[in-house]
Structure formats: structure tokens, C-alpha cells
Antibody, heavy 120, light 107 residues
Framework: EVQLVESGGGLVQPGGSLRISCAASGFTFTNYVMSWVRQAPGKGLEWVSAMSSGSSTYYADSVKGRFTISRDNSKNTLYLQMNSLRAEDTAVYYC??????????????WGQGTLVTVSS | IVLTQSPGTLSLSPGERATLSCRASQSVSSNYLAWYQQKPGQAPRLLIYGASSRATGIPDRFSGSGSGTDFTLTISRLEPEDFAVYYCQQYGSSPRTFGQGTKVEIK
């Protein structure tokens, strides 16, 4: 059974930094693209970032230059380093497993999410 | 690609048929269109991919159709557990984009 467990969310001040993690199990982690999707309170879904097992990275324009996605294939863990955080980054951040190792892919499994709140 | 879902809210009774629309601002490459269901406090769940293929474990009352710029998710007979928010997503072009969602509520 695929399991994705996010952690590391919390309250951070504007301009601050936070790193969230996603521990994966139940599948061969290195065979799949992994991604982050966020959802602001009461709003819809927004794709944030993705990373292939071969270390290619992709970002939404809204976070480019501020967020960095990475993965540790030896620990089956995905990370998102978030710097220069803004109030509009407040959201539940979901870790999502892609359907394959490269484009095109949809998201076939999701974690339960971790809440990041940016506020003073 | 901007995806526009309609209606915003659909008020129906259990047993009724639900028809949800997703319109794209430009053609979706190779019908790379997925549908997700999200219940309050839960993560999204994949229902449909490739515009019309059901994901593993999804009941056959859920069906997807369409091509190009117009796509439809149909729930043939609503069960109590189907009342939720539904999102379409295109994955043929970068960045992957989602529609704003359609809420299916109990009438």
C-alpha cells in the first residue's frame, strides 16, 4: 500500500523559512516523479513543484527562486525548502506521487498534507 | 492552460445523475485530463485519468468523457459518499493546472 506522510509544517513569520518533508513507502520511490501541490484555506489546488528521480526539478512561477525541491532516494523522502515566505504561501501542502517516471503524469496517490501558516 | 469548471455548485439528491463540466482555454494535449475527488479535511483522490480511464478501485458509476477543450465527469447515480468537491487537472502542458472545482452538495 502506498503511503505518503508529510511533516514539518507550522507557523512562520513573513520572510522566514521552513522545510517540509514527505516520507514515502509501499512503492519503489526511485521509479517515480514526486511533487508538491498546495491548497490555500477554502481555495482550490495549485501545483507547486516536481522532481524526477534523475534530479530534474520544476517549479510554478509563484515559487520559483524561493522554494527548492529535493529528494533523498536512500531515505525515500521528498523535501520542500521554502524561503522568503509570504502570507499567500499559507496553505496545506500535499505530497503527491506521480503515475510514472517522466512526463506526462497525473497524481495517483496523495499524502494527508501539512499546514504551513505564514503570519506575524 | 486555464481550466474552467461549471457549475460552481451542483445541488442534487442521492440517486440522481451528476454532470460536471471542465473547459480548457486551449486544447489539452492527447486528452491528458484527470479528475479528482476531495472530501472535507481529506486529500484529493484520483478518479479518472486520460479523460476517460477509471483509476484503480473507482466504482463504474463514475465516468469521464470529452476531448480537445471540453471534458465531462458523470456520476450516474449519486451515492451519499459522492457528495464532495471535484477538480479537473490537465497534465499535457506545463505548468500542470487545476480547475477551480465543482462542489456537489445534497439538495
Amino acid at each position: 500500500e502506498v503511503q505518503l506522510v508529510e511533516s514539518g509544517g507550522g507557523l512562520v513569520q513573513p520572510g522566514g523559512s521552513l522545510r517540509i518533508s514527505c516520507a514515502a513507502s509501499g512503492f519503489t520511490f526511485t521509479n517515480y516523479v514526486m511533487s508538491w501541490v498546495r491548497q490555500a484555506p477554502g481555495k482550490g489546488l495549485e501545483w507547486v513543484s516536481a522532481m524526477s528521480s534523475g534530479s530534474s526539478t520544476y517549479y510554478a512561477d509563484s515559487v520559483k527562486g524561493r522554494f527548492t525541491i529535493s529528494r533523498d532516494n536512500s531515505k525515500n523522502t521528498l523535501y520542500l525548502q521554502m524561503n522568503s515566505l509570504r502570507a499567500e504561501d499559507t496553505a496545506v501542502y500535499y505530497c503527491a506521487k506521480a503515475s510514472g517516471s517522466s512526463w506526462p503524469y497525473y497524481f495517483d496517490n496523495w499524502g494527508q498534507g501539512t499546514l504551513v501558516t505564514v503570519s506575524s | 492552460i486555464v481550466l474552467t469548471q461549471s457549475p460552481g455548485t451542483l445541488s442534487l439528491s442521492p440517486g440522481e445523475r451528476a454532470t460536471l463540466s471542465c473547459r480548457a482555454s486551449q486544447s489539452v494535449s492527447s486528452n491528458y485530463l484527470a479528475w479528482y475527488q476531495q472530501k472535507p479535511g481529506q486529500a484529493p483522490r484520483l478518479l479518472i485519468y486520460g479523460a476517460s480511464s477509471r483509476a484503480t478501485g473507482i466504482p463504474d458509476r463514475f465516468s469521464g468523457s470529452g476531448s480537445g477543450t471540453d471534458f465531462t465527469l458523470t456520476i450516474s447515480r449519486l451515492e451519499p459518499e459522492d457528495f464532495a468537491v471535484y477538480y479537473c487537472q490537465q497534465y499535457g502542458s506545463s505548468p500542470r493546472t487545476f480547475g477551480q472545482g465543482t462542489k456537489v452538495e445534497i439538495k
